[in-house]
């Protein structure tokens, strides 16, 4: 049974960080991509950020680029987003999602997560 559990949400000024975690189980952590994605109330689901299975490679929105890292530690199966700089439209849950290929495309990845809030005030 495959389970992806975020943490590190929570309640930050503007201008503050945060770092969310993910960790996998159930399944082979270094074959998948991981994303993280959000969602803002009243909002659809957007994508944030994605990296490939070694970490070689990484993917941001335009909204976050500059703002976030995106990283991974295929040893302890976990994926981390460092965001910095956090702006009030930064408030969202945010999700951790994984797939063997798929990038910033949302219907495309295979398991999600159960979500972490994040909500920045001014």
């Known amino acids: 049974q495959v389970q992806l559990v975020e943490s590190g949400g929570g309640l930050v000024q503007a201008g503050g960080s945060l770092r969310l975690s993910c960790t996998a189980s159930?399944?082979?952590?270094?074959?998948?991509?991981m994303g993280w994605f959000r969602q803002a109330p009243g909002k659809e689901r957007e994508f944030v950020a994605a990296?490939?299975?070694?970490?070689?490679?990484?993917y941001y929105a335009d909204s976050v680029k500059g703002r976030f890292t995106i990283s991974r530690d295929n040893a302890k199966n976990t994926v981390y987003l460092q965001m910095n700089s956090l702006k009030l439209e930064d408030t969202a849950v945010y999700y951790c999602?994984?797939?063997?290929?798929?990038?910033?495309?949302?219907?495309?990845?295979?398991?999600w997560g159960q979500g972490t809030r994040v909500t920045v005030s001014s």
């Open positions: 999602a994984a797939d063997k290929n798929a990038v910033r495309s949302i219907s495309a990845y295979d398991y």
């Open positions: 159930g399944l082979t952590f270094n074959i998948y991509v």
């Open positions: 990296i490939t299975r070694s970490g070689g490679n990484t």
